[in-house]
């Protein structure tokens, strides 16, 4: 594995870059995504090829791989954000310049599709980057916070409480609430992302190698027997008793779909979670939802069930 950097952190009038090295985006996504990053105090620069369309990407694979290439050499943008996941991001990894993102360390900051671009610059470049809100995003008074605490104000210890406002959203939407497979402390570097994105990765060079980690997973809009499939894709590579500790987000819109027998989320996670002998969560405060704190890909973190915290052990920026 490549030793860890860390990029710089962000100041108030930073230039933030803005990428779609995913799906395709809109105009109005943009103008949203530039009033959002000009409304946290940082000047936005779209990429030359934002605004491209090539199926249901953003761009070629040329034009989005030139557009990160751009944003890294860039000497005054200090940040690149994602203005959305979707798809693509995969098709990327055998051409990034992973030598210059290491020369040229900055904040990469996005979730869902852009876990590719996560593990994969982690593993090959050794770079942090950030599992967080995309730039078009509407996050809530607590997804800026956590975010704008990891990206702009380095601290020893940070920790990280799980969103009020999710657990009153759980009395209806019971997939919200968090939920103790099994109880502990566990400490490791964090790991992970979307979960079919860390299982498509398997068996690859950018997999995520999460022995010893603290693994985080995530997924919207699939039926449990994906979730199985992936789960177990990942337990035949790897293996989830190598891991310290296993934290599971909040998995929107991911029960049973139709009339059909299913098992539920729950139950489907239990399969894999309870054989386990480390501390294991569901519902966490991150994933495809406003409520989400800010992940630093490959600091060390420390999983406590009993306070229903994540706290990093040391800074994601320098």
Request: aromatic content about 8%; glycine content about 10%; some cysteine.
């Amino acid at each position: 594995m490549t030793p860890l950097i860390k990029p710089p952190r962000l100041a108030r009038g930073d230039v933030v870059g803005l990428v779609a090295p995913g799906g395709y985006t809109s105009d109005a996504a943009i103008e949203k995504a530039v009033r959002h990053i000009e409304s946290l105090g940082f000047r936005a620069r779209p990429g030359t090829y934002l605004r491209d369309v090539w199926g249901n990407y953003g761009g070629t694979v040329a034009a989005r791989i030139a557009d990160l290439h751009a944003m890294f050499r860039d000497p005054e943008v200090k940040a690149i954000w994602a203005i959305r996941g979707g798809s693509g991001c995969i098709s990327l990894l055998r051409h990034l310049d992973y030598r210059l993102i290491r020369m040229h360390p900055k904040i990469l900051l996005g979730y869902s599709d852009i876990t590719a671009l996560h593990l994969a610059i982690h593993r090959h470049a050794g770079l942090v980057t950030f599992h967080g809100p995309v730039a078009s995003s509407t996050p809530s008074d607590y997804a800026t916070e956590h975010l704008l605490a990891v990206l702009t104000a380095p601290r020893a210890s940070y920790t990280i409480p799980m969103s009020a406002d999710n657990d009153r959203r759980a009395l209806d939407a019971p997939w919200y609430a968090t939920r103790t497979v099994h109880e502990g402390v566990a400490e490791g570097p964090l790991i992970g992302g979307n979960l079919s994105l860390v299982s498509a990765l398997a068996g690859t060079p950018y997999a995520a190698d999460f022995t010893g980690s603290l693994l985080f997973l995530e997924e919207v809009n699939e039926e449990p027997y994906r979730i199985d499939r992936w789960m177990t894709q990942l337990d035949l590579a790897v293996g989830f008793d190598k891991a310290a500790g296993v934290m599971v987000g909040i998995c929107e819109n991911c029960g049973p779909q139709g009339d059909g027998p299913s098992l539920t989320l729950d139950e489907t996670l239990d399969v894999h979670l309870q054989p386990l002998r480390v501390p294991a969560v569901t519902g966490y405060s991150f994933g495809h939802i406003r409520n989400q704190f800010t992940i630093p890909v490959g600091v060390r973190g420390r999983l406590d069930t009993e306070s229903r915290t994540v706290t990093l052990l040391e800074p994601g920026v320098s």
